[in-house]
């Protein structure tokens, strides 16, 4: 079994920063591709941005090229998102989430295991 804990969700003024946290308990994490997604109210889950399995191949949404970074700590079995310039449009919940695959990909049914969700809140 594999469990996501998120963390650093909060609230912050637009042009500000967080960072998103994912400890991932997992023997295999090394192994797995991840991805952070968020769900806004009203809206479907997307994916913001998704890792492969060594941290060498990244993708992200194009709405936060540029502004968010993804990034995997094996060794540490951590999960990041750090989102700099947010908008009040990122608003939303964010989940980590892990695929049993080394492959990076952007759809949210490839993947297997999910956190919980932490709520970021961008105000104007």
């Known amino acids: 079994q594999v469990h996501l804990v998120e963390s650093g969700g909060g609230l912050v003024q637009a042009g500000g920063s967080l960072t998103l946290s994912c400890a991932v308990d997992?023997?295999?994490?090394?192994?797995?591709?991840m991805g952070w997604f968020r769900q806004a109210a009203g809206k479907q889950r997307e994916c913001v941005a998704a890792?492969?399995?060594?941290?060498?191949?990244?993708d992200y949404l194009d709405s936060v090229k540029g502004r968010f970074t993804i990034d995997k700590n094996n060794a540490n079995k951590t999960l990041f998102l750090q989102m700099n310039g947010l908008k009040p449009e990122d608003t939303a919940v964010y989940y980590c989430?892990?695929?049993?695959?080394?492959?990076?990909?952007?759809?949210?049914?490839?993947?297997?295991?999910w956190g919980q969700g932490t709520q970021v809140t961008v105000s104007s």
């Open positions: 989430a892990g695929r049993l695959n080394p492959a990076l990909k952007m759809t949210a049914a490839l993947y297997s295991y």
């Open positions: 997992g023997r295999t994490f090394s192994s797995y591709a």
């Open positions: 890792i492969n399995w060594s941290g060498e191949n990244t």
